[in-house]
């Protein structure tokens, strides 16, 4: 007889946990309880179940991409510090270039004759034409990264934020130690006097900086506070898993019908009472000694054959092998 008693909740009330109690043909009761549904993290209104880490690393690769834009056009344009007059550019200087506003004309910088004239000035300003150029570079390196993560699946995105951010914050380490050289150069070298002004090719790189440390920020606390996604599902507790009623049903009915259902005598196979017997008689086996075990010698290796009497004389039903053939 299986009967199923669920204590079902009220549909007013807060979900509960549910018990269940199952009692199986050969007498034995299961109970089970089943936990309340996790409705919290699939919630629309949990903006963490939402905020995946898809997302959090779709938009680090935006922001890195316009980061590095800001880099490339500070490079390109000669601006990082003017001269102007009367709020008009008169002179500019570029990592790699002059120009003037008077002649129309942009010359190489700096030259030999500069450096011959300055050479620490020359040599740092080389020193930020090639830390910045040499971010540009990191900077496609992680956007590569970043796409690369982002196609890796489930295990790639929770693992993989911390290569993201350490190419980052390299990143944004190499721009800013080139945007602090030309501050440096412009408050205490002597070419820079009254009317020069850090211009816009300095703004545009201390942006992209000061993005990329963002970006990175935003990651290592999008895989420190975030929730794993749910891509895969957890293994259950054990104390929750759900037995197979109808599987043990019917192994307890083919247990009755193989072991000993008697319809007569109203009794039950029992697995506990059929292993309690099994425990008895291996016990009461290993009681006893080799000699006194049926079917066996003292010797305890082959059984032994008893003797054949014809007439007056006994033999061994083995002495038939002995005898030469007619």
């Known amino acids: ?23 199986q043909p050969s007498g034995i009761a299961r109970t089970r309880t089943t936990p309340p549904p996790d409705d919290s993290a699939a919630s629309p209104s949990n903006p963490l179940a939402i905020m995946t880490r898809s997302i959090v690393y779709g938009a680090g ?21 003017s001269y102007s007059l009367n709020g008009k550019r008169q ?27 300055d050479p620490s000035f020359c040599n740092m300003w080389r020193t930020v034409g090639f830390l910045v150029s040499f971010g540009v570079v990191i900077e496609l390196c992680t956007i590569v990264s970043l796409v690369i993560i982002m196609a890796g699946g489930v295990q790639r995105r929770a693992a993989g934020w911390q290569v993201a951010v350490g190419v980052l914050a390299f990143s944004a380490t190499v721009q800013c130690a080139g945007m602090a050289i030309v501050a440096f150069l412009f408050h205490h070298n002597e070419r820079f006097w009254n009317g020069w002004h850090l211009d816009l090719s300095w703004s545009l790189c201390t942006a992209s900086w000061t993005l990329l440390a963002l970006t990175a920020l935003g990651i290592a606390a999008s895989a420190i506070y975030l929730s794993a996604e749910s891509d895969y599902e957890l293994i259950p507790d054990a104390s929750y898993v759900e037995q197979d009623d109808r599987l043990i049903s019917r192994i307890a009915a083919w247990d009755n019908g ?22 008895f008689t291996s016990v009461s086996a290993s009681s006893k000694a080799p000699s006194s075990r049926r079917g066996t010698d003292v010797q305890g290796s082959f059984p032994t ?10 033999h061994h039903p083995l002495d038939a092998c002995k005898q030469p053939p007619q």
């Open 305 to 314: 054959l008893p003797i054949v009497r014809s007439g007056s004389a006994a």
């Open 1 to 23: 007889m299986l009967s199923i008693l669920p204590t079902a909740p009220s549909p007013l009330a807060t979900p509960t946990t549910t018990t269940t109690t199952t009692t």
């Open 258 to 279: 193989w072991k000993g259902g008697d319809a007569g005598s109203g009794t039950h196979y029992s697995y506990q009472r059929d292993q309690d017997a099994m425990s």
């Open 61 to 81: 690769l935006l922001t890195t991409i316009a980061a590095t834009i800001m880099t490339l056009a500070s490079i390109a344009m000669p601006k990082w510090v």
């Open 91 to 117: 002179y500019s200087y570029g990592l790699h270039s002059r120009c003037s506003a008077v002649t129309g004309t942009c010359l190489p910088f700096p030259r030999m004759s500069d450096c011959a004239k």
